[in-house]
């Protein structure tokens, strides 16, 4: 069981928006930032959103994060099929010491 | 451009170690933490350690503490991963990914090592 809680899948249809959210505690999200990351089937993940809202290079403003006290969510707009994939939320717990994700989340584009 | 290429699958019998490497180029080996991640077929990411290239100083999951050491040789650019004790359930892939000091988000990752325990 995931240290951070994200809903199994969510689904849309091309063009639409859709978001998928993480929830933590005061150890985790509460006191550090979130990253989101991209995992397409068979590959590496790859990060889309670091310190909660911010966008590496070449990352579309198409990927948007936020965080309300302890939890924190990726919306994704004008879906595409190629957005299709599996997405993590990710950040450090300050009682655990140690990394932690959520269980992850399968977008379906419809 | 950075770029962190990982050794080859590896078939281990329970019981048996194995040692993954992570060769980074395109960037300063000693600036970057290095985190060690794995993902068992069909699961989630599970984080199990970092290390600081640059003292050698490392950290992992308390469900890791005594099976895991992570090194690095910092002439080659190189981290290492062993895992010891392995069990069938230590079946998955295991990643390398460069996280910026004081940062809590990975931003270039290994391409995947698959380890295979199995009798």
């Known amino acids: 069981q995931s240290v951070l809680t994200q809903p199994p899948s969510v689904s849309a249809a091309p063009g639409q928006k859709v978001t998928i959210s993480c929830s933590g505690n005061?150890?985790?999200?509460?006191?550090?930032?979130v990253s989101w990351y991209q995992q397409l089937p068979g590959t590496a993940p790859k990060l889309l959103i670091y310190?909660?809202?911010k966008r590496p290079s070449g990352i579309p403003d198409r990927f948007s994060g936020s965080n309300s006290g302890t939890s924190a969510t990726l919306a994704i707009t004008g879906l595409q099929t190629g957005d299709e994939a599996d997405y993590y939320c990710?950040?450090?717990?300050?009682?655990?010491?140690?990394?932690?994700f959520g269980g992850g989340t399968e977008l379906t584009v419809l | 451009q950075v770029q962190l290429v990982q050794s080859g699958a590896e078939v281990k019998k329970p019981g048996a170690s194995v040692k993954v490497s992570c060769k980074a180029s395109?960037?300063?080996?000693?600036?970057?933490?290095v985190n060690w991640v794995r993902q068992a077929t069909g699961q989630g990411l599970e984080w199990m350690g970092w290390?600081?290239?640059?003292?050698?100083?490392?950290g992992c999951a308390q469900k890791f503490q005594g099976r895991v050491t992570m090194t690095r040789d910092t002439s080659i650019g190189t981290a290492y991963m062993e895992l010891r004790s392995l069990r069938s359930d230590d079946t998955a892939v295991y990643y390398c990914?460069?996280?910026?000091?004081?940062?809590?988000?990975?931003?270039?990752w290994g391409q995947g090592t698959l380890v295979t325990v199995s009798s």
């Open positions: 990710g950040t450090w717990d300050n009682s655990l010491s140690a990394g932690v």
């Open positions: 990914a460069t996280t910026p000091p004081d940062s809590t988000w990975s931003d270039s």
């Open positions: 290390m600081n290239p640059k003292t050698g100083d490392t």
């Open positions: 310190e909660t809202d």
């Open positions: 395109g960037y300063t080996f000693t600036t970057h933490h």
């Open positions: 005061s150890s985790n999200i509460g006191q550090n930032s």
